[in-house]
């Protein structure tokens, strides 16, 4: 049997390349999740192992502040050989690059033969206290080298200069790094500076938990004390978040295309075993049993999926290195990570690979037994698989419809998304388990149209129901990519149009820029204006008046011109002539309702209004009309913007702070930062998506092609009759096309209703309870599910091409020569 296999792996390598695509593909995307998350949290691990090397305990802040006491204790342990404590002050930063000021941190040096400091990457550490060592990625942005001077100061107006005499090495900081200065600095620069924690390196012989365990006994009560590799854990934790996330998603995917991938193999094992129908037969006549056909066939099985499953490890770390190298040319705030390849990131897609391989063959090894010997005595006929869905099929999969749906809807009902996902998982296995009975149903239909177009359509149609189960499960390869491509589509947009009305709720106004006690400069709405990126400048005024005994901030701005830059319509439609528009903390602090009448004095001047929620607004917010009753000569303060959508939101921001170089302090807030952060997230998940469905669509390329390379193998008598009977060539490849064409626009189409549904009940799983007022909103992505339907139909009709050609080269003469 050992000749016999390798004889027909070599007869039928052409056909088992198919398989072998699909099953590296998916193993591919295997490794490549399972060593990218190895690989990030390995690198992650070492770099904050690196930062706190000698480490032995760890006291920090938790329900208290580390104190003075707290040190000295500590320092008077019997069981520590070195105590530090890591001590950080916040001070402001001049720039040369800079219109102002901005704030870094800075870290008290400290001397320890235990404990691991920070080193440089030039130059030396400060030891005296007008110098400083900044980060080098920091030195390198704003363009400050060893030997510069920089002048620092504090919130209370203090300042002072100090040298760079050395740059910190941060080559290796998850994060940004800390400047660093002598520990008499300071406390010069900040007396109360924050004690972030407290670092013991133990005697020998002395444990970890030992030297944690005496640390906790005499600190107070609520600080909380790790030992060195728990705190090095915990760090490792807060990044490593992410990360899971991050494999859990490529983990996913890579299950996903396995999944589809079993469809396939099992499809392309189904063909061979169909065309190797008499040489089984004579296997059997010459004396092989069962249990040897169907180890042969298995044994092909195993080899195919271990050279496939080989070749899509390396696949996978091909894929891990380009991306770990692409990630070192983005500042992502993680370090460079170096490719870490864990035996069980490549052992565990390889052992998957072969045994889905494996399993995918069984059903058509079984039926490989079942071949009678007399089958090769007979003449050769085109093999058949004419099945039909059982009825127990049938009513399984409309229980699993019926009890995943009901899940479904609980999922988004209750908000959920642990439901939601078991009972969208459990529908989708009704979908499968039906599919003979829908895919066919839903051919016949969408087939009606073509089939008006001649002969060759009508024929395509019923071919495409003929095998019931196999037209289902080829059907199926695609449905699984379109579904999920549309699920992350609808999903996506249907979440970031909720977190946008949240936004416009929250933060109606993309960024309020105003000055502290300053007038701005005339120059400065034009200023404002020529930022790339900002599309509307609107003024403002600011005057502090009275309102019963509390000082309140009015904010004055033109109704008119406030739709322009206000998000929220109701509240730019509430801004009027007598109307008050107050925030929730002010609301609360005046004891006001909607619609109560308030009172602000300024001066002599006294105004009566309406008071109504301003959520995300200034304290109180009137019209400017309104305002200038209270203060007729009140100074533009400030101005309201309103950015471009498709700007970059960051680069938008920083060219606002570092605008208007003679105002001294400039406040930039608003919404703009937190919307961008989140559109990155949406843009990528949206990138991800379409990574997505180009490897299922591929996979399902690879199917859709498998079955109709077995359909034109069993209707090669059937074809050469036509032919014989005058249907053209061409006539015959476009009859396959119309047959591929309506397998791959079924699948789209189920596939997307199911991805609507599946998108918006996982979003109101996932938001419901996360907005203010429980609102979820639903998008329809239209344009990316024609797209989704396009490319779906594409594919059907390029894997139609080559089973076309094959069954357009038969001469109907040597077909029909043993009827």
Not at 108 to 118: H, K, Q, V
Not at 416 to 430: E, H, K, Y
Not at 630 to 645: E, I, Y
Request: charged fraction near 15%.
């Amino acid at each position: 049997m050992r000749r016999s296999l390798l004889s027909s792996l070599r007869a039928h390598v052409g056909r088992l390349v198919a398989a072998c695509l699909a099953i590296v593909l998916g193993v591919g995307f295997g490794s490549l999740a399972m060593i990218v998350h190895a690989s990030a949290s390995h690198g992650v691990d070492e770099t904050i192992g690196a930062q706190y090397r000698g480490v032995d305990a760890v006291v920090t802040p938790n329900n208290a502040t580390i104190s003075p006491a707290d040190i000295t204790k500590a320092q008077k342990l019997p069981e520590a050989a070195s105590v530090v404590t890591l001590t950080t002050a916040y001070l402001r930063a001049s720039f040369p690059d800079l219109v102002r000021p901005t704030t870094i941190p800075i870290d008290a040096r400290y001397e320890s033969t235990e404990i691991a400091g920070p080193g440089t990457s030039s130059g030396r550490l400060p030891t005296a206290t007008n110098e400083i060592a900044l980060p080098a990625r920091m030195a390198a942005k704003h363009h400050v080298a060893i030997g510069n001077t920089l002048r620092i100061s504090s919130y209370d107006d203090k300042s002072w200069t100090v040298k760079v005499v050395g740059l910190v090495d941060d080559s290796k900081y998850v994060g940004s790094a800390a400047a660093v200065a002598t520990p008499e600095a300071v406390r010069i620069f900040e007396p109360e500076a924050f004690t972030r924690a407290i670092a013991l390196a133990g005697k020998p012989g002395v444990s970890q938990q030992q030297l944690a365990d005496a640390a906790q006994a005499v600190v107070a009560s609520g600080l909380q004390t790790f030992t060195g590799e728990a705190f090095i854990q915990h760090e490792v934790e807060s990044w490593t978040n992410g990360i899971d996330v991050l494999g859990g998603v490529f983990g996913m995917f890579a299950v996903i295309a396995l999944f589809v991938a079993c469809l396939v193999i099992g499809n392309t094992f189904t063909i061979v075993i169909a065309q190797r129908t008499r040489e089984m037969a004579l296997l059997r006549c010459v004396g092989a049993s069962r249990r040897q056909v169907f180890s042969s066939v298995l044994a092909e099985a195993t080899v195919v999926g271990a050279i496939a499953s080989a070749i899509g490890v390396v696949f996978g770390v091909a894929l891990s290195a380009l991306g770990l190298a692409l990630s070192r040319e983005f500042d992502w705030g993680i370090p460079p990570l170096p490719l870490h390849l864990s035996p069980v990131a490549l052992l565990a897609p390889l052992l998957v690979g072969i045994a889905v391989t494996v399993l995918a063959a069984v059903v058509p090894a079984r039926r490989a037994t079942k071949v009678a010997p007399l089958a090769a005595l007979r003449p050769e006929t085109a093999p058949t698989a004419s099945t039909r869905a059982g009825v127990l099929r049938l009513i399984l999969g409309f229980l699993l419809l019926l009890g995943g749906g009901g899940l479904l809807a609980g999922g988004a009902l209750l908000n959920d998304v642990l439901i939601g996902v078991a009972g969208g998982a459990i529908s989708f296995l009704g979908v499968l388990a039906v599919g003979s009975l829908v895919v066919p149903a839903l051919i016949r239909l969408i087939g009606a149209l073509p089939a008006r177009g001649g002969v060759p359509a009508r024929i395509a149609v019923a071919n495409a129901v003929r095998n019931p189960r196999r037209t289902a499960a080829t059907t199926s390869a695609l449905l699984i990519g379109v579904t999920l491509i549309s699920l992350t589509c609808v999903g996506i947009a249907s979440v970031q149009k909720t977190f946008d009305v949240s936004m416009d709720g929250q933060y109606p106004v993309d960024l309020m820029v105003q000055t502290y006690q300053e007038k701005m400069p005339p120059s400065a709405e034009q200023q404002l204006r020529d930022i790339k990126g900002i599309t509307q400048v609107v003024p403002i005024s600011k005057v502090l008046v009275k309102s019963g005994d509390q000082e309140v901030e009015i904010t004055g701005i033109d109704p008119a011109a406030a739709g322009s830059v206000i998000h929220n319509p109701s509240l730019a439609e509430q801004l009027k002539p007598g109307t008050a528009l107050l925030d929730p903390p002010t609301m609360r602090m005046l004891e006001l309702q909607p619609g109560s009448p308030v009172t602000i004095v300024s001066g002599r001047h006294k105004l009566t209004l309406t008071a109504q929620r301003g959520n995300g607004l200034d304290p109180v917010t009137v019209a400017k009309t309104d305002l200038a009753k209270l203060a007729p000569n009140a100074p533009v303060t400030g101005f309201w913007l309103a950015s471009d959508p498709d700007a970059d939101g960051s680069a938008v921001i920083d060219a606002v702070e570092q605008s208007i170089p003679t105002v001294k302090e400039l406040s930039v807030q608003g919404g703009l930062a937190e919307r961008t952060s989140y559109t990155k997230v949406f843009n990528v998940l949206l990138i991800v998506a379409v990574g997505l469905l180009g490897v299922s669509v591929l996979i399902a390329l690879v199917g859709v092609g498998n079955t109709l390379s077995l359909s034109v193998l069993e209707r090669t008598r059937e074809n050469a009759l036509l032919r014989a009977m005058g249907l053209s060539r061409r006539q015959l490849r476009r009859m396959l096309a119309v047959e591929s064409l309506l397998m791959a626009l079924v699948a789209a189409g189920l596939g997307i209703a199911l991805g609507l549904i599946y998108g918006w009940t996982g979003t109101s799983a996932l938001m419901g309870g996360q907005t203010a007022d429980g609102v979820v909103e639903y998008a329809v992505p239209g344009t990316l599910l024609i797209v989704i339907a396009a490319v779906a139909a594409v594919a059907g009709l390029l894997a139609s091409l080559l089973p076309a050609r094959r069954a357009a080269k038969v001469a109907p003469a040597g077909a029909l020569a043993t009827e």
